[in-house]
């Protein structure tokens, strides 16, 4: 009728794509976009395909959810400066992360051992997962809009072999998020 007002019902899950297989050498662009504005969810695409998602979650947004489609990981907090990664469906972190002072930090434990994240241009806007010799294995790069964050990612031969990469695409991406929340207030 004439001047009647509907209501949209949303469906969870509702217009999200298919999660389709993460695939380490593909060598089309890998980017970490953000499809709506101020909302604290991305998708990553190898190309034009949808291969995971990462969600913000918990109290004042230190914890998401990254989910691709043969895993799930939650990324939480731990005080001091400790960031723990856990499988979904276990409470066993399978690797943690500590921040260091200034920018940056190192993979503590778990099969990537001493793996630093550091930026790589002065205004930090460039990151990158690296040896302890400092060899990149990950490089973001990230781009900021209004109200709208996302990157491109550059992975290295040397990160497409090794079994974690989509688990460092992930854990990048979240600790560049977490970051410019904080720095940008």
């Known amino acids: 009728m004439w001047g009647t007002r509907t209501e949209s019902v949303t469906i969870p899950g509702a217009g999200e794509p298919e999660l389709e297989a993460f695939d380490p050498d593909d060598r089309e662009s890998w980017r970490w976009i953000q499809p709506r504005r101020a909302r604290w969810h991305w998708r990553l695409l190898q190309g034009a395909r949808t291969v995971a998602t990462l969600d913000r979650r918990g109290g004042f947004g230190t914890g998401s959810v990254a989910r691709f489609r043969n895993a799930t990981w939650r990324f939480r907090r731990q005080l001091p400066l400790d960031l723990l990664v856990v499988p979904e469906g276990s409470e066993q972190p399978i690797a943690r992360f500590r921040s260091g002072w ?6 503590l434990d778990g099969a990537d051992a001493g ?3 550091r930026p790589t241009n002065f205004w930090c806007t ?3 997962l690296m040896t302890p010799d400092r060899l990149p294995l990950l490089r973001f790069h990230e781009r900021q809009g209004f109200f709208k964050v996302e990157a491109s990612l550059e992975p290295e031969d040397a990160a497409r072999r090794n079994p974690s ?7 990048g991406w979240h600790l560049l998020v977490h970051r410019r929340r904080h ?3």
Do not use: E, N
């Open 165 to 171: 990469l989509a688990l460092w695409t992930a854990l």
């Open 102 to 107: 200034l920018a940056g930090g190192r993979m």
């Open 126 to 128: 460039r990151w990158a």
């Open 115 to 117: 793996l630093l994240w």
């Open 183 to 185: 720095h940008d207030g």
